[in-house]
T-cell receptor, first 112, second 113 residues
Framework: DGGITQSPKYLFRKEGQNVTLSCEQNLNHDAMYWYRQDPGQGLRLIYYSQIVNDFQKGDIAEGYSVSREKKESFPLTVTSAQKNPTAFYLC???????????FGQGTRLTVV | GQQLNQSPQSMFIQEGEDVSMNCTSSSIFNTWLWYKQEPGEGPVLLIALYKAGELTSNGRLTAQFGITRKDSFLNISASIPSDVGIYFCAGQPGMNRDDKIIFGKGTRLHILP
């Protein structure tokens, strides 16, 4: 089945540790996105990639890093520089930058 | 940058009532999208609109691409408990179809028993 998969669904980390969230898609989409969602809030764009080996900062990129070495994969690293990392993280992909995006099921990260 | 103003921010309605929400911008959009997010899940695409004036239905949901290209609305008829969630509008702005889509802040729908 084609789709976009985020793993794990829940993730716990100690403060000060880096953590990497996985996002894989087999839809042959060029564009991929990472969003952060806080309780009762909307979606805030962290990073996006319009094509493999290229990515751009979104509105809240500080404390995060990404890579796009393969078309299918767009992992997000939450670094220790991110001051408030506990949140719900959503990955999405689209055929192209301006096309409708399809979302994964999200990863809820809790830093203790 | 371009922004989408989505309203209302939240709604409390009785089961069986109709619902209407909208999204506006000061800029024109090429595409309007409506998503629904249930608690703990990723948003799911409900309706996509591609032309000014387009009216599209998906079951009890109806959405329209405003004729000015600066707004869109979503209506839900005869609401049921499973309609609860956050509804996001999104759009692809401007004249360049390579520009990424942007999202509104969402409308939270609550249904009273």
């Amino acid at each position: 089945d084609g789709g976009i998969t985020q793993s794990p669904k829940y993730l716990f980390r100690k403060e000060g540790q880096n953590v990497t969230l996985s996002c894989e898609q087999n839809l042959n989409h060029d564009a991929m996105y990472w969003y952060r969602q806080d309780p009762g809030q909307g979606l805030r764009l962290i990073y996006y990639s319009q094509i493999v080996n290229d990515f751009q900062k979104g509105d809240i990129a500080e404390g995060y890093s990404v890579s796009r070495e393969k078309k299918e994969s767009f992992p997000l690293t939450v670094t220790s520089a991110q001051k408030n990392p506990t949140a719900f993280y959503l990955c999405a992909s689209a055929l192209a930058a301006g096309s409708e995006a399809f979302f994964g099921q999200g990863t809820r990260l809790t830093v203790v | 940058g371009q922004q989408l103003n989505q309203s209302p921010q939240s709604m409390f309605i009785q089961e069986g009532e109709d619902v209407s929400m909208n999204c506006t911008s000061s800029s024109i959009f090429n595409t309007w999208l409506w998503y629904k997010q249930e608690p703990g899940e990723g948003p799911v695409l409900l309706i996509a609109l591609y032309k000014a004036g387009e009216l599209t239905s998906n079951g009890r949901l109806t959405a329209q691409f405003g004729i000015t290209r600066k707004d869109s609305f979503l209506n839900i008829s005869a609401s049921i408990p499973s309609d609860v969630g956050i509804y996001f509008c999104a759009g692809q702005p401007g004249m360049n179809r390579d520009d990424k889509i942007i999202f509104g802040k969402g409308t939270r729908l609550h249904i009273l028993p």
